[in-house]
């Protein structure tokens, strides 16, 4: 065996990317040194597309202070790629759900006036292409935080400025855009975004993300009912009906990105395989190893895997995926990976299997039995 791709997801709050590959590598070298891997960090359109997206191109970070969920001042990060013409921005480093204590989540008051922060910052800078990940937010204001800080303005029935969070959704009668950045006229969007949720409705925004970020029952309908207004407002200032679109509703329903910028919506995976040149990274390679935390049917559904295994059943690379739990085995099988194998040495505590060395230990450990057994066969 030849040539080695290690392509793992984080696992999240436990590794990195490039940990986990690094571990999965140190696997492979203990038992064959010459053997040629390449360790490639990777991610979908939440957590780590900013670190690997900045060693692809690279890029910078720029940091800055800009407002968080609760519009508290934090100090937080984006970055710009190496030729600093593209901005990359994860909206979870200023609004996402960690930001924010357990005892604090509510989104009827969260906002994403800060991603609108970093944007701006980037706008003035010259940056006028921007990829944007939107996963992990503490929010459900429909962007509308953002659009604020770009200079939007969201105004009641009696002509008043509205404030801040999914609150105001529901008052929302008119939005003036006379004062907006003017160079979001010639900007252009690129949206990681790994759900298809509507923008309201059974299966949008509220109902199906906004608990987990703290609502109860009430504030969902809320939510909900502020959402289904918001989208007639928006149908009325832009002509735009973003009510069905595929993944209107991630995020909180950050479809204003949709609505009022040049934006395409991209699944996460397809976005960062592309930006880092997946395909021709691949060539030649006898194996790839990938991974994730938790292997589920998800993962069949888009996740990082299984993209992955897209890529490389065009270049016809086995494929196989190493992960903390496994579940739904038979439908990953089916999907086309050749074999799927918890890192897990017996029967531990999630603690336990949480620890990052630990970790480590376990994925060299089970990488170096797995080059063993299969080159024995070569």
């Known amino acids: 065996m030849k040539k080695i791709?290690?392509?793992?997801?984080?696992?999240?709050?436990?590794?990195?990317?490039?940990?986990?590959?690094?571990?999965?590598e140190k696997g492979i070298k203990s038992i064959n040194p010459s053997c040629h891997t390449s360790v490639i960090p990777i991610a979908?359109?939440?957590?780590?597309?900013?670190?690997?997206?900045?060693?692809?191109?690279?890029?910078?970070?720029?940091?800055l202070s800009a407002h968080g969920p609760l519009m508290k001042m934090t100090k937080t990060h984006?970055?710009?790629?190496?030729n600093g013409r593209t901005a990359i921005i994860e909206m979870a480093a200023i609004s996402g759900l960690p930001l924010v204590p357990m005892e604090q989540r509510n989104p009827m008051l969260t906002t994403t006036f800060g991603t609108g922060e970093l944007i701006k910052d980037a706008l003035n800078k010259g940056c006028r292409n921007f990829i944007i990940g939107i996963?992990?937010?503490?929010?459900?204001?429909?962007?509308?935080?953002?659009?604020?800080?770009?200079?939007?303005?969201f105004l009641d029935k009696s002509g008043h400025t509205l404030g801040t969070g999914g609150q105001i959704m529901e008052a929302v009668a008119n939005i003036d855009?006379?004062?907006?950045?003017?160079?979001?006229?010639?900007?252009?969007?690129?949206?990681?975004?790994?759900?298809?949720?509507?923008?309201?409705?059974?299966?949008?925004?509220?109902?199906?993300?906004?608990?987990?970020?703290?609502?109860?029952?009430?504030?969902?309908?809320?939510?909900?009912?502020?959402?289904?207004?918001?989208?007639?407002?928006?149908?009325?200032?832009?002509?735009?009906?973003?009510?069905?679109?595929?993944?209107?509703?991630?995020?909180?329903g950050s479809g204003g990105l949709l609505a009022?910028?040049?934006?395409?919506?991209?699944?996460?995976?397809?976005?960062?395989?592309?930006?880092?040149?997946?395909?021709?990274?691949?060539?030649?390679?006898?194996?790839?190893?990938?991974g994730e935390g938790k292997a589920d049917r998800q993962t069949a559904m888009g996740k990082v895997p299984y993209?992955?295994?897209?890529?490389?059943?065009?270049?016809?690379?086995?494929?196989i995926v190493l992960a903390g739990s496994i579940e739904n085995l038979p439908e990953l099988n089916k999907a086309g990976f050749k074999g799927i194998f918890s890192i897990a040495p017996g029967p531990i505590t999630l603690e336990k299997a949480m620890e990052p060395e630990f970790a480590k230990e376990n994925i060299t450990r089970l990488v170096s039995q797995l080059y063993s057994v299969i080159t024995s066969f070569g």
């Open 78 to 82: 984006y970055g710009l790629s190496g």
């Open 307 to 319: 993209g992955i295994l897209k890529e490389a059943q065009k270049e016809h690379i086995p494929v």
């Open 135 to 153: 996963g992990g937010s503490a929010t459900n204001d429909a962007g509308l935080g953002m659009l604020q800080a770009l200079g939007f303005r």
């Open 177 to 252: 855009t006379s004062g907006i950045h003017p160079a979001l006229r010639e900007t252009h969007f690129m949206v990681a975004c790994d759900v298809a949720n509507p923008f309201y409705g059974p299966d949008g925004a509220a109902y199906i993300f906004a608990q987990q970020k703290g609502a109860d029952s009430n504030m969902v309908q809320r939510l909900d009912e502020g959402m289904q207004s918001l989208a007639e407002v928006i149908k009325k200032t832009t002509g735009k009906d973003i009510t069905n679109y595929p993944g209107a509703g991630a995020a909180g």
């Open 260 to 290: 009022f910028f040049n934006a395409e919506l991209k699944p996460g995976t397809e976005l960062l395989l592309k930006a880092i040149d997946f395909s021709e990274k691949i060539k030649g390679a006898d194996l790839i190893i990938t």
């Open 44 to 63: 979908d359109g939440g957590e780590g597309l900013l670190d690997v997206l900045i060693t692809a191109t690279k890029g910078k970070y720029i940091t």
């Open 5 to 24: 791709i290690i392509a793992i997801d984080s696992f999240k709050g436990c590794l990195t990317s490039a940990e986990a590959g690094k571990a999965a």
